[in-house]
């Protein structure tokens, strides 16, 4: 059944049909680690490595991606559901609590364990109806050499795995 509408409910309940994969966006600055559980990552550009997330603009986190000059894209696999719930709410601290960490040579948290990380600077800001887009420029990257690893994905309000 087709049925058009132009509700915020509505427009959630239809992209819900689309599959993300999940990912924990972090950054630091000024000596603290900050983190965010996020599934609007995407690639933009090989040439030049480009990718975005966005994030509301009345975000309590914004100020902080955005001072910090760049950021980590964490993508998790299917075993870091629990990490996605932890990045979700609570004190920047609560979230990072005993998390296995590499510092990154930009100063950037990297979570262990992930299926890949990519290290980026923020190239811009770009303002969209009621987020922004956060633009930026792949420093660095690594994919983990587990390659049994499946990506954690999101649909329909829900966590699952690729079938293999």
């Not at 996605?84 to 960490?101: D, I, V």
């Amino acid at each position: 059944m087709n049925t058009m509408t132009t509700s915020t409910a509505d427009m959630k309940q239809a992209m819900s049909s689309f599959a993300t994969g999940v990912t924990v966006i972090t950054a630091h600055h000024a000596g603290q680690d900050f983190g965010m559980t996020c599934n609007s990552f995407n690639t933009v550009s090989l040439e030049p490595a480009l990718v975005l997330w966005s994030l509301r603009t009345v975000s309590g986190n914004r100020a902080h991606f955005e001072a910090a000059g760049g950021y980590t894209v964490n993508i998790l696999s299917h075993t870091q559901q629990p990490l996605a719930m932890q990045f979700t709410k609570g004190s920047h601290e609560e979230r990072f609590a005993g998390l296995m960490l590499a510092r990154l040579p930009t100063g950037r948290p990297q979570i262990l364990g992930c299926t890949a990380w990519l290290d980026c600077e923020l190239e811009r800001i770009i303002p969209a109806g009621d987020h922004d887009i956060l633009l930026g420029r792949v420093l660095s990257f690594g994919v983990n050499a587990n390659t049994s690893l499946e990506p954690l994905i999101y649909a329909r309000r829900q966590f699952g795995k690729l079938a293999t």
